[in-house]
Structure formats: C-alpha cells, structure tokens
C-alpha cells in the first residue's frame, strides 16, 4: 500500500513507475487505484470513466476483481483495478456495510488463489491510496502486508507522518497484526 494522507507528495508517481518497472523487468505486477481522482488509472491508460467495471463495484457491490482488471496495453505483465469518480461516495456508503474495512482484502484474496491457479500469478500488488485515512485507506491497510509512504523533505511532512504512523499501529492493533511500513520514499 503506498499512502499519505497529505496530497501532492508521490503517491501515485511513486505507484505507477515502481510498479512498471518491476513489470518492464518480467514480473507480473497488479496496480490497485483506490483513489477517487483515478489518476493511476490515467497515467496507465486504462478505461476508468461512470460506468466502468472499477474496484467501487468490488467494495461496495461486492463484485469480484476480475471483473474490473484491466491489462495495461503499453506494459506487458501490468494490469489495473481503475478507480471511478463513484468512488468518491464509496467512504459513505461503505459505513453501513458488514465488515466494510475488510471488503478489499477479501476480493484480493480471492484474485490471487485464482490467478495462481491459472499460473498468471502476481508478484507485486500496489494499491494506490487517496489523500486521505479514511475507510479506502483502511481497505488498503487491511488488505496489505507492507506500508510504502511517500514523504516530502519538509518539516511539516513529520507531522503528518507521526499520525500516519499511529494510524498504521491501531490497523496492526485491531486489524492486521501483519502490516509494517517497509519504507518511507523521500520526495
């Protein structure tokens, strides 16, 4: 999970180059754009207007992975769940739903037994989260094993690093004893 909830400091540059590079190197990597600006989805060139099969049906519909994947044309070995402008309704409606901080983590599971069964397993999932730590961000802390933060070389980034951390402690506490920040990437 690559997140911040301040704006502006790398998160999606950060996601989408890690993730084609590794791709561009052979491996099968998946990019997860939980972000309602759907600006991973752009920069991949994978459909992502109203309508689109996106990863605000699997949170909130419950509909499967699979059927939001887009394999990315210009990077062989990349595929993306896009975000949606729904998504932006998604912290919302997700508050009424049973295990809502779960509902990711739930879908991913289930599209990595498949794949690895079909021998298209992925190496590297990243999700990119929005500015934000709220229940998207949370479906990202839960589903994944590893926080990559982007912080800029600033002052003031080191307080909203401190609330991101314990933000990241009370998900390791309550949800996911298996989270740790593996990195923090100065931008």
């Known amino acids: 999970t690559v997140?911040?909830?301040?704006?502006?400091?790398?998160?999606?540059?950060?996601t989408v180059n890690i993730a084609a590079?590794?791709?561009?190197?052979?491996?099968?990597?998946?990019?997860?754009?939980?972000?309602?600006?759907?600006?991973?989805?752009?920069?991949?060139?994978?459909?992502?207007h109203a309508g689109e099969p996106s990863v605000y049906e699997v949170l909130v519909d419950g509909e499967p992975l699979a059927g939001a994947l887009h394999e990315v044309e210009a990077v062989p070995g990349l595929a993306c769940v896009p975000a949606t402008i729904d998504l932006a309704g998604a912290e919302i409606e997700l508050v009424s739903l049973v295990a809502r901080e779960s509902r990711l983590q739930r879908a991913l599971t289930v599209l990595l037994r498949e794949t690895e069964q079909q021998d298209l397993r992925f190496d590297y999932v990243f999700i990119d989260c929005p500015p934000s730590l709220g229940l998207l961000t949370i479906?990202?802390?839960v589903a994944a094993s590893e926080v990559l933060i982007p912080i800029q070389c600033e002052y003031y980034a080191l307080e909203g690093l401190g609330q991101l951390i314990r933000n990241v402690e009370l998900i390791q506490s309550h949800l996911n004893p298996d989270l740790a920040v593996s990195t923090i990437l100065l931008t």
């Open 3 to 14: 997140a911040n909830q301040k704006g502006g400091v790398g998160k999606t540059t950060t």
């Open 21 to 48: 590079a590794l791709a561009l190197h052979g491996l099968r990597v998946l990019v997860v754009d939980l972000d309602p600006q759907g600006n991973a989805s752009t920069a991949l060139s994978v459909p992502h």
């Open 139 to 141: 479906n990202a802390f």
